[in-house]
């Protein structure tokens, strides 16, 4: 099982830019992809953007974030990155990352670490 570490959250104006990191370890082999989740107080998580690290082509992007967010990975594939620009309020959530399903972004395991938070407001 992956070692995840989210890092990068913070307060942020609307209209602003944020980068997260998701920092990757334990690996044995380049064959997983990372998908980065968000939860907003009182709704339930959801899938945000996934990257496959073999390839570090990203294969999904929610509709909410397409055009304003852009995941990618270190040449090293021991970090995945969330670049976000253009961010509104309702961005405003705990981001996390996780190992996904090849392909998809359904989680491998139902664990998830502190995340990080992002809050947009003015």
């Known amino acids: 099982q992956l070692q995840l570490v989210e890092s990068g959250g913070g307060l942020v104006q609307p209209g602003g830019s944020l980068r997260l990191s998701c920092s990757v370890s334990?690996?044995?082999?380049?064959?997983?992809?990372i998908g980065w989740f968000r939860q907003a107080p009182g709704k339930e998580r959801e899938g945000v953007s996934c990257?496959?690290?073999?390839?570090?082509?990203?294969?999904y992007y929610a509709l909410s974030v397409k055009g304003r967010f852009t995941i990618s990975r270190d040449n090293a594939k021991t970090t995945v990155y969330l670049q976000m620009n253009g961010l509104k309020p309702e961005d405003t959530a705990v981001y996390y990352c996780?190992?996904?399903?090849?392909?998809?972004?359904?989680?491998?395991?139902?664990?998830w670490g502190q995340g990080t938070q992002v809050t947009v407001s003015s």
């Open positions: 990257i496959d690290s073999m390839d570090g082509i990203p294969y």
């Open positions: 334990g690996f044995t082999s380049g064959y997983y992809a």
């Open positions: 996780a190992e996904v399903i090849r392909g998809t972004y359904t989680p491998l395991y139902d664990y």
